[in-house]
């Protein structure tokens, strides 16, 4: 009779354990807090979604009025990233704001926005924060006359095909976009004061933002390359955000368009658009282009324990080694740009590491001949890959008194002139007191 009771109190011990093991398996993908206008974003861009899925991404969605949206409870963030696809929302639901908006990159976490035609000044205000301006004019849309999408109707060429991209193996992926990108929606510009924004897809020389139904009165504010259609910023906690001014960009209707660029013969039967968008996802949640710095080391020539302090002029050795994160696992992480500075005040000692091809980055080099607090400093900035700001500090001490050397070489005719006075002192002294 006793064994079901041993067999029940042994599944009682075992549930927190079991419980661990499920919520760790569950908390192992990010989430993301997906803020919609309309439920029905999820069956027409439902591709993009799925790609998310597919990558491990664990998707909460919610339309952007929802009351009960909050992005932290007791201090801590429930979600890992951030997407805004509620272009028209005048005011989110719950606790969420513009600066619950900001607080939440500047905590580290990503962000996508996607702007349209209607967008609101709230989306307008979260961009202008991240540094992108869209056009002040609510009507205004990209048009491009050269470079619009080719259909059945010429329309209004709002529709346009774009391949002006980035060139960044790191931001788009080293396979190449072949097709362009449709767009339709509106442009912006990057606030020249913000130097962390960057554009990641262009309109041509020919395009202009207006309204297509409405004749010029004014020469347009914003025109040819300088529209940038989508942006990306990487902020200095790594925190990075994407910023689009097309919500149909994303949707599974342009995804599967065929494309044929006006004024060219090439036509594509299915558009770059899901290459562009599943590609700089990919970056915009550190699933490329994320470095990470471990064990940091330094240590004099022919020792292998750090030691508490340095003397000049002694022979020492640094190395520190640095992985990429792939989207499943961390790589060895392969440059010839890394350099280490020995800082006080400003560098005394500026070395490139040399690599074992292995993520391990190494130097050697002697202390300088001055003595202060000193710091080994790895500031690291590469366009795509987050930064890397390392920092050891070390004192380093000049010779005690016993450790010099006792007879100097080049002191020798030092030694001599010394000698020499004070033989010459003596003889003066014996001829002075004896000589009558």
Known sequence: MAKPYIILIAFISLLPILSFAFSSESASGQRLLVLLDDLALKSSHSIFF??????????????ADDPKITLQRYGKYLYDGLIL???????????????????????????????????????????????????????????DH??????????????????YFIQSDVILGSTKIEAPVLFKGIGHSLNPANSLVLKVLSASPSAYSAN??????NPPSLTGSTISLVSVVQARNNA???ISGSLEMFSNRLFRSSVQKARSSDKYGKSGNEQFVTELSKWVFHERGHLMAVNVKHHKV??????????????????????????????????????????????????TLSNDQKGLYYTSFKVPDVYGVFQFK????????????????????????????????????????SFSMMGGFFIFSIVYLYNK
């Open 85 to 143: 696809f509620s272009p028209t929302i005048e005011r989110f639901g719950g606790s969420l704001d513009l600066a619950a908006v900001l607080d939440f990159v500047d905590a580290g976490h990503d962000l996508i926005i996607s702007a349209d035609p209607n967008a609101s000044d709230l989306i307008r205000n979260i961009a202008a924060e991240c540094g992108v301006d869209f056009d002040e004019d609510p009507s205004a849309v990209v048009i």
């Open 378 to 417: 790895v500031e690291y900035q590469r366009l795509g890959y987050t930064s890397l700001s390392l920092a050891k500090q070390i004192p380093v001490r000049p010779f005690r008194h016993n450790e010099y050397e006792r007879f100097i070489t080049t002191a020798f005719p030092y030694y001599g002139a």
């Open 302 to 351: 022919g020792e292998t324990d750090e030691p508490a302090i340095y003397r000049i002029n002694d022979d020492l050795e640094y190395s520190v080694e640095i992985y990429e994160w792939s989207g499943t696992n961390w790589e060895p992480y392969v440059a010839n740009d890394v350099q280490v500075q020995f800082y006080m005040m400003s560098p005394y000692v500026l070395k």
């Open 50 to 63: 799925k790609s998310l899925q597919d990558r491990g991404f664990e998707l909460d969605f919610k339309l």
């Open 212 to 217: 297509p139904n409405s004749k010029l009165s």
């Open 146 to 163: 050269t470079g619009y999408a080719v259909s059945d109707t010429e329309g209004d060429h709002t529709l346009i095909a774009s391949d």
């Open 240 to 242: 990075r955000v994407m």
